[in-house]
């Protein structure tokens, strides 16, 4: 049951990382220090967007409309931090 817990935290990890990645990029695509014209730009940008958006998707259903600001990487982040609270205070149920 060890490796659930571990395998579990490793799948929370490689999601906060790839939300970080996201968002990063998404400011520098805006403050134009990044150019999707760019072709790796523009596919990291297309991977990360197909990755994501499920997850974004699914948040998006209900949190009210903020003109111009998406909170929608905000909530999973903590979401995703929550649930690894969670786990580590129950980690004894792993063993």
Known sequence: MTSLFQILMLLLDIAYFLI????????????????????????????LNRILEPLYSRVRRFLP??????LAPLVVLIGIIALRIVLRNNVAAFY
């Open 65 to 70: 409309a903020i003109s111009g600001i998406d």
């Open 20 to 47: 970080l990645a996201h968002v990063i990029m998404s400011w520098l695509i805006n403050f134009q220090v990044l150019n999707l014209r760019q072709p790796l730009v523009a596919q990291i940008w297309d991977g």
